[in-house]
C-alpha cells in the first residue's frame, strides 16, 4: 500500500518541516519531494502535513503516519540485509551531543547494535563543540550535534528553535543580572544565549556551569536561573519562560550529523548508522523514553 521511497521523503520532510531541506538531503528535485507527498497522501487517503508559505506541520494523521513509516522501513530494510547477505564490520567511533542524553538516541543505536552485531560502536557522550574538535582532529568517525546558524558543515537532521526554559513560576528580577545556567565553553547554546543577551544590552552573570545535560537540568529545577535549550527537548519539570520576562529571542539552531575522515574500516557502518538516525530522527525530539 505504501511505497518505501515516498515514506522516506515524508519522514525527511516530517523531520525538517521543510520540502527544499527534505530534497537537498534526498538528493531530488523538491517537485519530486511534493509528489511523493501527495501521492502517500492519496495512498492513505488523509492529510499527513498542513503547510502554507511560511510554515510546514504535521497533522495529526501525519504524526500517527511516523510511526508506521519507520516501522514499515524498519522491515523493508531488515528483509534487504538478510537477503543481499551483507554484514558489517570494524570499529565506529560515533560522537553525540549532550543534547540527545534524555531522548530515544539509545533505541536507535540499539536497534543498530542488533541489524550488525559485528560493528565495534564506540560511543562519545560531549558538547557539541567538543565534538566538532574531535571530528576535526580524527579521533571520530561520526557525530551527531548542534551546529551554529551559519555553519554549513553536516547533514541535517532537523531544525529546531531555541527557547530560555527554566523551572515553573521562576520570577527574574528585571533590575538585576539574568542568572544563566549553561555548560562551559565552547557550548554553542551557551555562545549563542550569550550573544543574545548582549545584544540586547541585557547584563547576565553564570549562575551555574556544567558539562552534564543533567547537571544543568537539576540546577534549573532548584531555581538558581534559566537555560538555553532546544524548543523539541525540554526536560520534564521545566517550562519555557514566559515572555513577560523580556528574554531576548535566541534564533533556531541545527542538528547535524557530521562524518570525519574517511576510514575505510568504519566508512559502510558510518554510513549505515547515519542512514538509521536520518530515519529515526523524530524519535529524538518527538516524545520520550
Given amino acids: 500500500m505504501f511505497d518505501p521511497s515516498q515514506l522516506r521523503t515524508f519522514l525527511a520532510v516530517a523531520q525538517t518541516l521543510s520540502f527544499t531541506q527534505a530534497a537537498r538531503r534526498l ?46 522501513l524498519d522491515a523493508h530494510e531488515q528483509a534487504a540485509a538478510f537477503f543481499t547477505g551483507t554484514r558489517l564490520r570494524g570499529r565506529l567511533r560515533f560522537g553525540a551531543s549532550e543534547d540527545f542524553v534524555l531522548t530515544r538516541l539509545p533505541e536507535i543505536l540499539e536497534a543498530f547494535r542488533h541489524d550488525h552485531p559485528e560493528v565495534d560502536l564506540e560511543l562519545t557522550v560531549e558538547l557539541s563543540g567538543v565534538l566538532h574538535e574531535r571530528l576535526a582532529a580524527g579521533e571520530l568517525d561520526l557525530v551527531l550535534a548542534k551546529r551554529r546558524p551559519e555553519d554549513p558543515r553536516g547533514e541535517l537532521v532537523w531544525r529546531d528553535r531555541l527557547v530560555w526554559i527554566g523551572r515553573e513560576h521562576l520570577r527574574l528580577d528585571p533590575e538585576r543580572p539574568v542568572p544563566l545556567i549553561a ?83 568504519a566508512r559502510g557502518a558510518a554510513d549505515a548508522l547515519a542512514a538509521a538516525i536520518l530515519a529515526g530522527g523524530d524519535r529524538l525530539h518527538r516524545g520520550r523514553p
Fill in 183 to 265: 555548560y562551559p565553553p565552547p557550548g554553542i547554546t551557551r555562545a549563542l544565549a550569550v550573544e543574545a543577551l548582549e545584544r540586547q544590552g541585557r547584563s547576565w552573570r553564570v549562575a551555574c556551569t556544567s558539562g552534564s545535560l543533567n547537571g544543568l537540568v537539576a540546577a534549573a529545577r532548584a531555581g538558581l536561573g534559566v537555560m538555553a535549550h532546544s524548543r523539541g527537548l525540554i526536560p520534564p519539570d521545566l517550562v519555557r519562560v514566559p515572555e513577560r520576562a523580556g528574554l531576548p529571542e535566541l534564533g533556531e539552531v541545527g542538528f547535524v550529523l557530521v562524518h570525519g575522515r574517511r576510514r575505510p574500516s
Fill in 27 to 72: 538528493g531530488l528535485r523538491q517537485s519530486t519531494v511534493s509528489q511523493h507527498v501527495r501521492r502517500l497522501e492519496a495512498a492513505s487517503g488523509r492529510t499527513l502535513f498542513s503547510r502554507d508559505t511560511h510554515s510546514v506541520e504535521l497533522t495529526e494523521d501525519g504524526e500517527a503516519m511516523l510511526g508506521f513509516a519507520r516501522r514499515i
